[in-house]
């Protein structure tokens, strides 16, 4: 069973990958419902499918019609469609899959020798490490928001008032609940994401349908496999960016997208031609899709070794886990080892499977792309609605999950970002209590979280990091405002 939910993790990730639309976050928060009666190893496998296989699949449209199925994919657009429009579409798609299967290969075994380290280390962390930790990861987020920094900081604080909402675990007290009983439990995480992520994408996509050129399409694609020159230009590239991908996907919120631009940056500073970059350069394809899905198994660093979610996929897939009663953190590998090491074995078994799946399916992929989004918007929703009812049979829940969508839909017309604020309802419980907790044992001194030598640290480097993001945004308001 658990071989047959990765598979379906990978096919579907796939899919979403070359489907430009729902992303793996979408595909993620409408699937959730479905692992309720799943095992915990089944789920995190299907999701872990779903994720890494989404990075593999956005490659494709960005090759063939310069169009990236996932964020994770646009800088593939660059030199990958100017390889394809050459006709060497076949080797562009051929070192993306296996540049990709490398970087998961890789991030797999650095998974395995830092995760214990870490949750070593993170046993001897009380409340107070915690919240400094966690407040770190939020401002991190902030320093690597893709718009202003302003407006990723109000939606952090959104983000942490959402999670208040229900009844406080310590006074007994209910906060904004209205009298509602489906909100004395919080609002659900399930429709919200699929509200903001699910909903949120349909109604964008209605409006700005992708026009490809679908000349691609119609020729047959040939020598997926690259040649001797191709691989000796590529394994420079995917050596680099197996590392880079691997340490920015442990960082909160830099991620699989951060990582290809910095591993495109990176090749083209370091290549005898840098002139080929955007003309056709296969470096160009390779350094990134391999950092991207590199990228992918680092961010499971920090969720099972402390229990901190690095990014919006992390944070659905910790909600999955807590779902069945599994708490991610410096036990899981001591309380649950079936869970641990059944992810492992999941995303070698998983790097396999899409390996197996891309190169001889490209066709497949191909006949897929020519579906119009009108034919998958009503599908989306449907599976939408299904899925935050059968939550608890509760129409409240739908209704939650569309006022959801209709926000996500302005947020993203006005250019904030949705990832800040779902991680900061992920994780404003956590920030609560464990603020709440290290103040009970200190006494109510708020020097517990300077004299500390992990709090102090961490204080210190989101004092600087929110300073520098402040300061970046003046100086580039002060430019707008002078042209």
Known sequence: MNFLYCFLGCFIGTLVGVLPGIGPVGAMSILLPTTFGMTPVSAIAMFGGIFYGAAYGGSTTSILVNIPGEAVSVVTCLDGYQMAKQGRAGPALGISAFGSFIGGTFSVIGLMLLVFPLAKAALSFGPAEYFCIVLMSMTLLTYLAQGSVLKAIVMILFGLILSTVGVDLVSGVQRFTYRSDTLQDGIGMVPLAMGVFGIAEVLTNIEEEAKMDRALLKSKITHLLPNLSDWKRSLGPIGRGSLLGFFLGILPGAGGLIASFLSY???????????????????????????????????????????????????????????????????????????????????????????????????????????????????????????????????????????????????????????????????????????????????????????????????????????????????????????
Do not use: D
């Open 265 to 483: 940056a990176v090749e083209k500073k370091v290549s005898k031609h840098p002139e080929e970059f955007g003309h056709g350069a296969i470096e160009g394809v390779a350094g990134p899709e391999t950092a991207n899905n590199s990228a992918a198994g680092g961010a499971f660093v920090p969720l099972l070794a402390m229990g901190i979610p690095s990014n919006v996929i992390m944070a659905i897939l910790l909600g999955a886990l807590m779902i069945h009663g599994v708490v991610p953190g410096p036990t899981l590998i001591s309380n649950h080892p079936e869970i641990f090491w059944g992810t492992i074995a999941s995303m070698y078994i998983g790097n396999i499977m899409l390996l197996v799946l891309n190169l001889p399916m490209i066709g497949l992929w191909v006949q897929l792309l020519k579906v119009p989004y009108r034919v998958l918007m009503p599908l989306i929703i449907l599976f939408c609605l299904i899925g935050a009812y059968s939550l608890n049979n509760n129409a409240v829940e739908v209704l939650i999950m569309i006022l959801f969508g209709l926000a996500g839909y302005i947020f993203r017309k006005f250019e904030y970002e949705e990832a800040p604020m779902v991680l900061a309802f992920i994780l404003g419980p956590m920030l609560e209590t464990n603020f709440r907790q290290a103040m009970i044992i200190s006494g109510g001194r708020l020097s517990v979280f300077f004299t500390r030598p992990i709090c102090a640290g961490s204080m210190i480097l989101s004092v600087i990091l929110l300073f520098s993001a402040s300061l970046s945004y003046y100086k580039k308001a002060k430019v707008r405002l002078n042209q």
